[in-house]
C-alpha cells in the first residue's frame, strides 16, 4: 500500500512553515516562506506563492499520496475557512480573506484551516504532552498568548469559530496595560514575550535596585531570562510577577473547564521552575477547594520547532 502523507503549514506575521508528514509524525520534507515581504495588498500573490510551495514540496513524495492540507494561521477560522481580521499579517488586517477555497482551488487538494494555537493543542492531542488526555487547555506563550480549549476531547470552537482567545480576558480590571487588541489589561500584556520584557522596563524606571538588565538598551524576555539564571534578584522577581499573573488567570480557566492538564507551549515554557513554580503557587492559592491539587502544569511535549507544522498537518487527517 503506497504510503500517505499529509501537509502542514504553519503562517506567521515573520514566516510561513509547510511540512509534509506521514501518520508518525515524521516530517520526511519542509519550507520557509518569508512572510514580512507580503504587504497589504499582496494576500492573494501570497496565497498563489503559498499553494506553487505546497505542489512543489509534494511532488517529493508524489501529490496523489498527500491527504490533506491542514493549516494554522492568526485568526484562522475552521468554520469558514478564512482568516479574519488578523492584525500582524498585513494582507489579513481588516479583511477576510478566503484561504481553504483559494488553496483548495489551487493544489485541488482539501484543506482544512484554524487558529495557531488551536492548531497546538491538536498537535499537543496527537503527539504530545496531552495525548489521551480529553479535557485540557494548551497555553501558548510566544510574542502574544494564545489557546487551545479542548473539552470531552473535541476542540471547543464556539458559535463562530472563534472560541478560545485566554490571552486576552482581563487579568487586570482597573489602569491594566493597553493591548493591542484595543482592550486594557489582559493577560497577554503581562504574560506573553513581550509582557516580561515590558514588566522588565517597567520596573527598572521605578527603582534603583543594581540589574545586570540596566546595561541593555532593547530587553528581551531571553535577556530577563539570562539575568535570572545568573541570580539577578529584579529578573528573578520578574518571573515570579509574571507566573502569578498567570496562575490566577489559569485558576480562572480552570473554573470554567474543569481540565485535566495545563499544557504550557513557547519559549517563556522553556524557563522551567522559574515560570512554573509561580504558575503553580498562584493557581492553586485561587483555585476553588474541589480543584485543589488536581490539575496539573505541564511542558508541552512537542519540538518548538517542529509544533505548528505537526499541529497543523493533523487537521488533515
Known amino acids: 500500500m503506497e504510503k500517505e502523507y499529509v501537509v502542514g ?24 516562506m518569508d512572510t514580512k515581504i507580503y504587504g497589504a495588498q499582496d494576500g ?31 485568526n484562522g477560522n475552521y468554520y469558514h475557512g478564512t482568516i479574519e481580521d488578523a492584525a500582524n499579517l498585513p494582507w489579513g488586517k481588516g479583511k477576510v480573506v478566503p484561504l481553504k477555497e483559494y488553496i483548495y482551488k489551487k493544489t485541488g487538494l482539501p484543506v482544512t484551516v484554524t487558529n495557531d494555537a488551536n492548531a497546538a493543542a ?19 506563550l510566544g510574542t502574544g498568548v494564545g489557546s487551545g480549549i479542548v473539552i470531552n476531547g473535541e476542540l471547543v470552537y464556539g458559535h463562530d469559530g472563534f472560541a478560545g482567545e485566554l490571552g486576552h480576558t482581563c487579568a487586570v480590571r482597573h489602569n491594566g496595560r493597553q493591548c493591542n487588541c484595543g482592550k486594557t489589561g489582559c493577560l497577554e500584556t503581562y504574560a506573553s514575550a513581550i509582557g516580561v520584557a515590558r514588566t522588565a522596563r517597567e520596573w527598572l524606571d521605578m527603582t534603583d535596585e ?38 490566577t488567570s489559569f485558576s480562572d480557566f480552570v473554573a470554567f473547564s474543569a481540565p485535566e492538564a495545563i499544557v504550557l507551549f513557547g519559549g517563556l515554557a522553556d524557563a522551567g521552575d522559574l515560570i512554573m513554580k509561580p504558575t503553580k503557587d498562584a493557581m492553586e492559592a485561587n483555585l476553588l477547594g474541589i480543584w485543589k491539587d488536581k490539575v496539573q502544569i505541564l511542558k508541552s511535549g512537542l519540538n518548538e520547532a517542529d509544533a505548528a507544522i505537526l499541529g497543523a498537518g493533523a487537521l488533515a487527517w
Not at 10 to 24: E, L, N, V, Y
Not at 122 to 140: H, L, S, V
Open 122 to 140: 491538536i498537535g499537543e492531542m496527537t503527539y504530545g504532552t496531552a495525548k489521551g488526555m480529553k479535557n485540557f487547555i494548551e497555553i501558548t
Open 9 to 32: 503549514v504553519d503562517i506567521g506575521g515573520q514566516s510561513a512553515k509547510i511540512g509534509i508528514m506521514d501518520r508518525f509524525a515524521h516530517i520526511v520534507a519542509r519550507k520557509k
Open 210 to 247: 543594581p540589574s545586570s538588565l540596566r546595561s541593555l538598551i532593547d530587553i528581551s524576555s531571553k535577556d530577563v531570562f539570562d539575568a535570572a539564571m545568573k541570580g539577578d534578584k529584579i529578573a528573578v522577581k520578574i518571573f515570579e510577577f509574571t507566573g502569578k499573573m498567570l496562575g
Open 44 to 74: 492573494e500573490k501570497f496565497m498563489n506563492d503559498l499553494s506553487n510551495n505546497i505542489l512543489e514540496l509534494s511532488s517529493q513524495v508524489s501529490v496523489e499520496a498527500i491527504k490533506g492540507i491542514g493549516i494554522g494561521a492568526p
